[in-house]
């Protein structure tokens, strides 16, 4: 059968199928597909929707989009009221506030009705005139989809190296730009994982190829003005669990490479960026279950490490020594504290800490003589560092935020303990904090572990069992929903909606033991603990069952799709976004992006044991016959985390299975990847969808 006949075919088909009638969703066609793996028999009728260059798959997405375009198109003025109010929220001109780096203040700005950033510098002196040295609303025109992951400036000032996406895979292209000329070298480098670190010859890159898995297991040496061809291969990682990511040393001393198991750094290699000819060389030599990562500091490598130390601790090891004996205590080991972070400064270190899953940030001397935390006001809040290119400094420049409190950007002196507020984040058209409230609670789940709650909602709610509540979660790798200040969040809460975050075993909100009860055999205890965070809001008076919503985005929305099978009656609608759905699928084909190096997170399902866990939560393999939730079900056809056809064929699925009316939709990208519209004003189209989604289901 030629392309133009299977074409016309497949167009006729679903014209069947679909057409006539607004209110009947599409229906996927079913292809049986049977595996036997181990003791178990896999049925699958939607296999076939993994086939990115099929006309019949491409039909069926688009059928899916008009679908749920026109489910939407009887609220179409609550969703352009939601866009409006959240454009409206963001300041029109915005600048960032400078990082002085080699003389010269970096910065980025928005001008007034544009969706990217144009990237900036002035020298450090008054009166500097400003440099434009990259306008990336140039670079996206013309395109549906653009992101500049890295930007890295020779020491020297004179070129910058700059990473593009241009489809949402997460494959980037290189490219150099003379900043006296502004010419652009014809020196691209494709297939890249978007970072670049400069030798300190002023003349050589470094960065990472990508494998057909999208895994960076390569680090290549590239001279400007020589042909990409001639490129030198420096390291290569053959161990196919573990990713690549390269950075510099804040002395500028060192190139450093993480050698990575996921989220975890396993071994850092380094070579000095005075020689860039030089080879790396392993700080400490890998050992299982050991993580580090490391900087440089006059004679040492400082160390946050967790060997002896579940939480981590924090070392230095003198330059040249070898071995774990030779290494240095500096801030030890404490059960009940998470270090999570450090900042190296001539006369300090700055430890981010997390303790009761609260932020803690630490100033210690190097010499002992100081050693204090800084305090916060509220309840619940987060705070980071803003960088702080600078060692020589005694200024830590830090951002503080909370539900209720936009992010404040400060200088903080740490000699003097004086703090000055250098930019608070700009919600245009006013904004009241103290019409809003934040608190925290803690919920003990089923096996009696404690999880905490962050909540906001407007000031005069009352628990009564008549709000409507989101709760936010994710539960995975490690990673963490802090409690941030989101201005597109406003809308939810001036209509009476509660939100909440539960911080659910998976993330390390509370520790490395609260990742690890998370994660593989464990991995149940995140749905266990979103469902009695829900059960126990429901019973606080929060919300109540009929007004209650869940989301999650990523392995957050495989948190949505256990939570379902689980508990169908428990939510009034869930919102899924790029779900994670058919672990089981997925984490048996090794070729696919990310799989080998999630086998730690997961499992790998070529080892029974880990195979029947898996299978017993996948939500892919575990719909039945019953009712479901309203469901909202986003997706990326270009993305390169989750593939387009996991929350695709877990719609089609549903579609088959469920036993209730309410409305299930699927609204697939096909322009985006796993992050969505890039842009700073098309990602609240995607929002704006999602709670006009919420505020109609309360209506129904």
Not at 452 to 459: E, L
Request: glycine residues 6%; neutral net charge.
């Amino acid at each position: 059968m030629n392309v133009c006949r299977f074409l016309l075919i497949s167009i006729l088909t679903f014209s069947v199928v679909y057409a006539g009638s607004d209110l009947h969703p599409p229906k996927a066609e079913k292809k049986l597909t049977e595996s036997v793996i181990f003791d178990k028999k896999i049925i699958d009728n939607y296999d076939w929707l993994d086939d990115k260059e099929s006309p019949t798959v491409i039909n069926y997405l688009n059928a899916e989009n008009e679908y749920c375009s026109k489910y939407f198109s009887n609220y179409e003025s609550l969703q352009e009221s939601l866009f409006s109010e959240m454009k409206r929220r963001v300041k029109p001109q915005e600048e960032g506030l400078p990082l002085i780096k080699n003389g010269y203040g970096y910065y980025s700005r928005y001008e007034s009705g544009k969706e990217y950033r144009i990237f900036c510098r002035k020298k450090d002196s008054a009166g500097a005139s400003e440099e434009i040295i990259l306008d990336v609303n140039k670079i996206a025109e013309g395109k549906k989809y653009c992101v500049v992951a890295d930007r890295a400036v020779s020491s020297d000032n004179k070129l910058m190296a700059y990473a593009v996406d241009t489809i949402g895979k997460r494959k980037h292209i290189i490219y150099i730009k003379n900043l006296e000329t502004g010419s652009i070298y014809n020196e691209t480098i494709s297939n890249t994982n978007g970072k670049i670190v400069w030798g300190n010859d002023n003349k050589t890159i470094y960065y990472l190829l990508k494998d057909s898995t999208l895994r960076a297991s390569r680090v290549f040496r590239h001279t400007t003005g020589d042909d990409i061809s001639a490129d030198s291969m420096i390291y290569f990682e053959k161990d196919k669990t573990l990713d690549l990511q390269i950075a510099k040393s804040k002395s500028g001393q060192f190139i450093l490479l993480n050698v990575m198991n996921g989220q975890r750094t396993v071994e850092v290699r380094y070579l000095n960026a005075d020689f860039p000819k030089d080879t790396f060389k392993a700080i400490e030599p890998r050992a299982k279950n050991i993580e580090y990562s490391a900087d440089h500091f006059g004679t040492d490598f400082i160390i946050r490490t967790n060997y002896n130390a579940v939480n981590f601790r924090v070392v230095k090891m003198a330059l040249g020594s070898t071995g774990k004996s030779s290494w240095i205590e500096v801030v030890p080991h404490r059960d009940d504290v998470f270090i999570e972070a450090f900042e190296i400064f001539k006369n300090f270190l700055v430890i981010n800490e997390r303790k009761d899953g609260l932020m803690q940030m630490r100033v210690k001397s190097w010499n002992n003589d100081t050693d204090y935390y800084l305090s916060f006001p509220e309840k619940t809040f987060y705070t980071s560092f803003a960088g702080n290119p600078e060692i020589n400094s005694n200024l830590l420049r830090y951002t503080y935020t909370s539900l209720t409190t936009p992010r404040m950007t400060y200088d903080f002196d740490m000699n003097t303990k004086e703090q000055k507020l250098l930019k608070e984040e700009a919600v245009a058209g006013g904004y009241d904090k103290s019409q809003y409230e934040c608190d925290r609670i803690t919920v003990t789940a089923r096996d009696g572990a404690k999880v905490p709650v962050s909540i906001v909602y407007k000031k005069g709610f009352k628990k009564n069992w008549k709000a409507p509540m989101l709760i936010h979660s994710y539960g995975a790798y490690g990673a963490m929903l802090n409690p941030v200040f989101r201005s597109e969040r406003i809308s939810l809460l001036d209509r009476g909606f509660v939100f909440a975050i539960a911080h659910v075993r998976g993330g390390e909100d509370l520790g490395r033991k609260w990742y690890d009860g998370g994660r593989m055999f464990n991995k149940k205890n995140t749905f266990n603990d979103y469902i009695d965070c829900a059960k126990a809001l429901i019973k606080q008076g929060y919300t109540s069952g009929d007004r209650l919503f869940g989301k999650g985005e990523s392995a957050g929305g495989l948190l949505m799709g256990a939570v379902a099978n689980a508990e169908p009656d428990l939510f009034k609608g869930l919102i899924a976004c790029v779900p994670f759905m058919n672990v089981i699928h997925t984490m048996l084909d090794s070729t696919l992006p990310l799989v080998t190096f999630e086998y730690e997170e997961w499992g790998n399902p070529a080892k029974k044991e880990e195979f029947d866990y898996m299978f017993s939560y996948s939500p892919y393999e575990n719909i039945k016959k019953q009712k479901y939730p309203s469901m909202l079900v986003t997706g990326g056809f270009h993305d390169s985390q989750v593939p387009y056809w996991d929350p695709a064929k877990w719609v089609a699925k549903l579609r088959e299975m469920k036993m209730d009316e309410n409305p299930l939709l699927l609204n697939m990208d096909m322009s985006s990847g796993h992050d969505g519209s890039s842009g700073r004003y098309n990602k609240y189209k995607a929002i704006a969808m999602e709670y006009a989604f919420l505020i109609t289901q309360i209506e129904h």
